[in-house]
């Protein structure tokens, strides 16, 4: 059973950072892309960092410049570096993996972690 188990989530001041870790179990984690999503109270869910198989990044204007996705195909793992945080940033941030194979979309979800913005 795959799974994705997300970690570094917490409470932390504006303008202070934080770095998530999501570590990818029973999956080729090399050939998959990576995103991180967040959802606020109220809010959909919205995409913000992606890396592909090759490294390529995009992030949502909302973080661009702040925060960082990184992976590291040897320890299975994505990261989110998160700099400068607002609290318009409070979420659960949640870990997905996706590979489009030739009859369908493989699609795997963490359980989620809480970051929260406040002084």
């Known amino acids: 059973q795959v799974r994705l188990v997300e970690s570094g989530g917490g409470l932390v001041q504006p303008g202070g950072s934080l770095r998530l870790s999501c570590a990818a179990s029973?999956?080729?984690?090399?050939?998959?892309?990576m995103g991180w999503y967040r959802q606020a109270p109220g809010k959909q869910r919205e995409l913000v960092a992606h890396?592909?198989?090759?490294?390529?990044?995009n992030y949502a204007d909302s973080v661009k410049g702040r925060f960082t996705i990184s992976r590291d195909n040897v320890k299975n793992t994505v990261y989110l570096q998160m700099n400068s945080l607002l609290p318009e940033d409070t979420a659960v941030y949640y870990c997905?993996?996706?590979?489009?194979?030739?009859?369908?979309?493989?699609?795997?979800w963490g359980q989620g972690t809480q970051v929260t913005v406040s002084s």
């Open positions: 997905n993996a996706h590979l489009v194979r030739g009859l369908g979309v493989d699609d795997y």
């Open positions: 029973r999956i080729i984690f090399s050939i998959y892309g």
């Open positions: 890396i592909t198989s090759g490294s390529t990044t």
